[in-house]
């Protein structure tokens, strides 16, 4: 599609030709196509009255809601490349987030003007608005409400930057993402495969994770279809399980260890969750053993999606291939989409025969740009048109992708490679594990060890001794486990996945019990 750069203007066509339809939805809140639009153009106009342009830079802060998908839409309307920066920062890290994009502005809500307040050296930033009363700024709503919900042509053009995702900086520097109008707007019109196809009587999202990241590419898809988005702000098993079923909701989004969790909730088979098609699952690896769960208890609804921020989506593995009678395909994450190539590469970039572990390296029409002000890490990451992952993984001889682990996450125990993954499936196999997560900590000689963190099943037992006995069983010598800890809850990162650099970092409490962390309302690598 030539113009397909203009991705918001085509958003609003199909928005105005549906005025009266459900557009998105929160808690007792249903905002129509209409009523969407209009918000998104009124504040496109007051953005443009405060002295916005093209190639301006805006800094977004805001849980999942309405007016944050809007007023996104409304900067891109602009022209202005926008960064969508998570509310789980520090204040520290989230001036170094603004500076980065080199914001002209500041929007963020109301909730998080207490972090916007701490944050040191805003004072650069030339605007700071807020998402409604009571935040830090002007209210941007209210100003956006005395305007004209008149069109506003976007005066974008293709290779215009568009959208700064930042990934880790959570507490560091951060490393920008970077794509342009053309590669955002080829992402949200390409066609889905057959096993994602669009629901023919109306697509109805549900977005419990953050929108600034795979949830947010989800919901710019389905309005630009004429479906409806379904907004929650974090994720909550019962909340989740409430919505599939009231707002008939036909396609969710969860990682692996969210998914546990909606499936393992007492009251999961007292709800009806038919209009449910598609439970799209990725971000981190799942266990063979708790998709075979999920199998049985959600039914042939499960499509697994694998995808980094840099390269976008890679692999998908149908609906049809979760087959519990095949571990094989279970452990694997599908295979290449369409205009999608993949290699297995060894350390020095030679490619590797199917079967071998190697570095997976990419070629998609969803590849980043490259990482913003940072031409040292993309020529690093980027070669020849190839995106260098960061994933070890193997390639069957039909064409499926397995993963083994990241590269960072590879523990060396007697100069042999200990895939933390394949512990981890072993781990999750056990009756009485719920989930776990494997990482590597040095010793006192500083020789890497492999640890693990453990969620019991309600009511087990199990001891970290019957764990070793058990890994040690299914997997040779290497992969003992010199640590077994516990805890009710793994600590997840903004993007569901096990928070191993946290866990790496309690490894000194007392190996019976980690305390519990609480998810995040949901920066990661995969998608």
Known sequence: MPDQHRFVENTLAVLAARPDAEAVVQGPRRITAGEFRALVLRTARALRRRGLRRGDGVALLGRNSPEVIAVRYAAHLLGCRVGHLSTGLTAKALAAGVEDIGARVLIADPASAGLVAAAPDLAAVPDVLALGPGGHGDDLLALAARESADPVESPTAPDD????????????????????????????????????????????????????????????????????????????????????????VTRLFLPPPLLYALIDHPAVGDHDLSGLRVLLYGASPASPARLADALRTLGPVLVQHYGQNEAGSISLLAAADHDPARPELLRSVGRPLPGVSVEIRDPAGRVLPTGRVGEIWVRSPGLMSGYWKRPDLTAEALRDGWLRTGDLGRSGPTGLLTLTDRVKDVIVVDTVNVYTTEIEHTLDAHPEVLHSAVYGVPDADGVEEVHATVVRAPGAAVDAEALRAWARREQSSVYRLARVAFTDRLPLTEGGKPDKRLLRRLTGTPAGSLPGTPATSLPGDRT
């Open 161 to 248: 930057p568009c959208a700064i995702h930042h990934t880790g900086g959570t507490t560091g520097p951060p490393k920008g993402i970077c794509r342009t109008y053309g590669q955002i707007g080829g992402i949200i019109a390409a066609p889905l495969p057959p096993t994602l196809a669009e629901v023919p009587d109306g697509e109805r999202l549900l977005v419990c994770t953050t929108l600034t990241m795979f949830g947010g590419f989800l919901a710019d898809r389905v309005l630009a279809r004429g479906g409806t988005v379904v907004l929650q702000d974090g994720f909550d098993a019962a909340a989740v399980l409430d919505a599939v079923e009231r707002e008939r």
